[in-house]
């Protein structure tokens, strides 16, 4: 009898135990969500869709624009690109409240035939947004 009561507090205690585990995780990445919904980067758009196009165009590119939703000046410290393939460019002066700023990104589709879905991270003093875009490259006739 003694055992089986043994048995069961341990089970209650790996109960509650597993159950403050799950809680505090659930605590903190609700908390990390919070953060990055509190951006000052109001994008008119987050995804970019360039649609079927030929390798042979070379280049494509397009920007991104942001509003400065924050009561100070909003300075975008970083931009990087997930490959070599994209490159970024950004507004590089502080931007007022109220005012807008951009992101610039440009695919180089040469030698990567197919689908692609690249992102370009933006990071400020006011938060960090992910930017994304897509399309599908139509290889060079030979």
Known sequence: ?????????????LFIGFAGIAYAQQSANNSNSTSSEVSAMAFEKTVHDFGTFNEADGKVETVFVFKNTSKENL???????????????????PIAPGKKGF?????????RP???????????NQGTQVLYIKGQVVPKAN
Do not use: H
């Open 1 to 13: 009898m003694k055992s089986k009561l043994f048995i069961i507090g341990v089970l209650v205690n």
């Open 75 to 93: 300075v975008v410290s970083r931009v990087q690109a997930s490959c070599g393939c994209t490159t970024p460019d950004w507004s590089k002066e």
């Open 103 to 111: 992101v610039k990104a440009s695919y180089n589709p040469a030698g």
């Open 114 to 124: 197919g689908n692609f879905n690249k992102s370009v991270t933006v990071t400020s």
